[in-house]
């Protein structure tokens, strides 16, 4: 029995480990070569602060979330799970409008929302 909860911890931490790389990977994406306008319609129609503040407080969030799961995958995982859950909220909002591209990479990667949900959705 303690060699497959072994198993099952390893296997939990590579996966907390993987949705937090895949989180740096689109943070990083958007403080090296994106701008506010890479920030959903939701988010900045629904944030009190200004488009520059919203877009630093997002990256800023986004990788003390990263720094959280990869030091302490036991907890960092809500967290993670709670923010993929609202990705997925603002992909489905974004898909029902008929978006072309989620925007999450920036203005010259182009990925469907369709797609963002599957992968957001896996992680």
Known sequence: MTESKSAFSKLAGVSVRLAALWLMTGALFKLFAGSPKMLPPLVLDNTPLSSIATFHVVIAIELSLVMLAMLKPRLGWMPITALFAFFLVILVHQASL????CG???D?????PYVMVAIDGAL
Do not use: D, I
């Open 98 to 101: 008929g978006a072309e591209s």
């Open 104 to 106: 999450c990479l920036g």
């Open 108 to 112: 010259t990667v182009k990925v469907s």
